[in-house]
Antibody, heavy 118, light 112 residues
């Protein structure tokens, strides 16, 4: 069974950088597509971007709405992929999920709440 | 960006009765490989989203057969034949054809 687990600080100060990691088990991180999605409290789902290493050393696609602030990376040796979001504001407060999939997302992590506050 | 529009946004249903959620996209979701990547997710209170349906009408393993998906092009529907208490939650459609990937606003299903 594929499992994903998000980890990282639950509190980030405004203007600083949010950093999260997703650890994958039950599947090779080199054989699929890995996504970040977020959900502000009481609101809908927003796709942030994806990373994959199929035929590449690490290719990414980002949501244009966040592209200038987002960087994703992958560590195949640890079966982990990561998200960095710079210059955060209160609007970035959300539950952040990682999920597997190219055209759809079949496995999700449990999510991690990140609050942006001083 | 493609816009995904769900209706209704709130869906009160009596137990045992059917329910239907519409999802319309502003552009065709037919991909170059011929597939239509329209998915449905269920998010129960306090849980992560769970995929129910992929490629319009394919039910995921473990999803009760009272859930069904249909549609084509830009117009899609999720139907629940007989609503049960465990179906309470928010349902999202999501397109995986165009960039960026995106979701509908969500439909909140509650029991009357």
């Amino acid at each position: 069974q594929v499992q994903l687990q998000e980890s990282g600080p639950g509190l980030v100060k405004p203007s600083e950088t949010l950093s999260l990691t997703c650890t994958v088990s039950g599947d090779s991180i080199s054989s699929s597509f890995w996504n970040w999605i977020r959900q502000p409290a009481g609101k809908g789902l927003e796709w942030i971007g994806r990373i994959y290493t199929i035929y590449t050393s690490g290719s990414t696609n980002y949501n244009p709405s966040l592209k200038s602030r987002v960087t994703m990376s992958v560590d195949t040796s640890k079966s982990q992929f990561s998200l960095r979001l710079t210059s955060v504001t209160a609007a970035d407060t959300a539950v952040y999920y990682c999920a597997r999939g190219e055209h759809d997302f079949d496995f999700w992590g449990q999510g991690t709440l990140v609050t942006v506050s001083s | 960006d493609v816009v995904m529009t769900q209706s209704p946004l709130s869906l009160p249903v009596t137990l045992g009765q059917p329910a239907s959620i519409s999802c319309r996209s502003s552009q065709s979701l037919v991909y170059s490989d011929g597939n239509t990547y329209l998915n449905w997710f269920q998010q129960r209170p306090g849980q992560s989203p769970r995929r129910l349906i992929y490629k319009v009408s394919n039910r995921d393993s473990g999803v009760p057969d009272r859930f069904s998906g249909s549609g084509s092009g830009t117009d899609f529907t999720l139907k629940i034949s007989r609503v049960e208490a465990e179906d309470v939650g928010v349902y999202y459609c999501m397109q995986g054809t165009l960039w960026p990937r995106n979701f509908g606003q969500g439909t909140k299903l509650e029991i009357k």
